[in-house]
């Protein structure tokens, strides 16, 4: 007797493309992937890595020069350099006492598909745009503030106060600076102005090193932009350090943490920014939450020789 | 005017502790973990990582003569070695065509609550055990096969097929071998005969290097167990290597290859093949899949010396 059944079929080894006939395909694959959240417990703070998704990177984004030496690390991290490099787009929720501060607001609809995932994300734990009480920017880069604005230059957070650091404000809001910033950055001048009319009445610009509230602390991060701003999220003894963009992708910066991104401001002030910042983590055993480092973004760093490596925090399955 | 407002409140910095006669907490904590899941396409077939949640071993685990240089490799991945040291439990789900596919069962009751965490995971994905058309293990030790059973010993996967390794259900089932295994390992013996009972009628011993179906590949990596196997799941050109217990915390064993954990039934063994399976996962560049890799459990396996390092593969957030 010929077993036709469907376990019967399949003892056999037969694949489901053999036998079209068959209602076969029971399970079809989900063919998407699952929401990018993550949490991790600060003390009695509460903070959720929401994806932003992922954009892919030219190898030449560290100089032409850097090519060899680029793909060389790239291998070494099981990355293709012949191809664009993926770099991850983090955002950071951060729930201090009830009240829900968002740390970026990722790219909105500015760099197409694979990015701009935030609001699906926050949808996907039930965090209406509404829902936010402070929006706090590391920088002013689109990728990390054009969440802020829809297509008609609309605030998409309707209640937030918008905390902006001032030294980043000012410089962007600031057209004698156009000339100072790459070519590809220069959007950013319209921009901020964009932002600053959209949100009038409810921005606050945050002095160099001050409280985004109790809890979150500004520290200066200089060099990748004017302003570019990292966050101490504390709660007691426990730290986490969000570090926005100390890099973009980890397998090459750490190992050459004096080579510039095609988007800095300032290459050199950036390097010095990072290996400063690299250092403490590293000497404090920081944990670390960086923008642009595989998601859900969270690490250590540690210094090898001149040069560093970021270790990512296992995933923790409980908080 | 002293602004009462929440937002005059909040730009003042007062912290929500400060004032308990406020409705705030507006945002209650989340307090819970998002469902351990991730996705990724190996060619046509879809394999999701389905954490089973977490587990803490002593380091002594590796023998009390090897606990300084345990404390030491753990304290250089920012673990304690003084404390309980996380070891993740992973299974993967593998969508073959249509027919589901579950590689190991996680831990069921057997472990406590920060074990057992399976069937949650699957139902977020919206698949009840009921779905799954074949589960095939690594290998019987309770960790991985605990998830076949309730506590009345009944499975708990009303309909799939049952694939074990010939090799491990022999030795298993047979009693002879229970001075053979570790003390702590010993009630594999009558586990094994209540899973056959349990799933008598629909059990297939799997020939060394057999199909479990086309896509889906053993290979022996005796030694942990008797009969501990991996799978190559393969379709065109990608593969992925799933390889069960080839470390159980990454970063003491791929520094130090060649220590047993209490758990190997033939330490030495199982020494020889995590080197083997290494090389030829560094060599090919294969993408890995560990049970007790920090979740997702996807990653690459770098030479280095007379060692190994696991290389996390980035989060993609989209398939």
């Avoid at 399949?10 to 079209?20: C, E, Q, S, V």
């Avoid at 060389?72 to 993926?86: H, I, K, M, Q, Y």
């Avoid at 701003?229 to 943490?257: E, K």
């Avoid at 095609?262 to 983590?281: E, Q």
Wanted: with cysteine; net charge neutral.
């Amino acid at each position: 007797m010929i077993d036709t059944s469907r376990r019967g079929l399949m003892a056999a080894g037969l694949a489901a493309a053999a036998l079209p006939g068959l209602a076969l395909a029971a399970a079809p694959p989900v063919g998407r992937q699952v929401p990018g959240l993550y949490r991790r417990r600060i003390g009695e703070i509460e903070v959720t890595c929401v994806s932003d998704g992922s954009i892919a990177l030219p190898p030449a984004v560290f100089g032409e020069a850097n090519l060899p030496e680029t793909r060389r690390v790239l291998a070494e991290a099981f990355l293709d350099g012949n191809a664009p490099v993926p770099c991850a787009l983090n955002t950071f929720l951060v729930n201090v006492g009830g009240r829900l501060v968002l740390i970026d607001t990722g790219s909105g609809d500015w760099l197409g598909p694979t990015m701009g995932q935030l609001p699906a994300n926050l949808a996907a734990m039930g965090v209406t745009p509404d829902k936010i009480d402070i929006v706090v920017l590391t920088h002013l880069h689109r990728d990390h503030a054009g969440g802020l604005l829809d297509k008609e230059n609309r605030p998409l957070f309707p209640t937030a106060e918008l905390v902006v650091p001032e030294v980043e404000m000012a410089f962007w809001t600031d057209d004698a600076n156009t000339g100072k910033v790459p070519q590809g950055s220069r959007g950013g001048f319209p921009y901020a102005k964009q932002v600053e009319a959209a949100y009038r009445g409810r921005i606050r610009r945050l002095a160099r090193g001050a409280e985004v509230l109790p809890g979150i602390t500004a520290i200066d991060a200089f060099g990748h932009t004017p302003g570019h701003t990292i966050y101490r999220v504390a709660s007691g003894p426990a730290q986490l350090l969000v570090f926005g963009d100390m890099v973009h992708v980890p397998a090459v910066q750490t190992r050459f943490p004096d080579w510039g991104i095609a988007f800095d401001v300032d290459p050199a002030g950036a390097a010095a920014t990072r290996r400063r910042v690299f250092d403490m983590a590293a000497a404090d055993r920081l944990l670390v939450a960086g923008m642009h480092v595989g998601f859900p973004g969270l690490a250590h760093v540690r210094k090898a020789g001149d040069h560093y490596a970021l270790v990512a925090a296992p995933w923790q399955s409980a908080l």
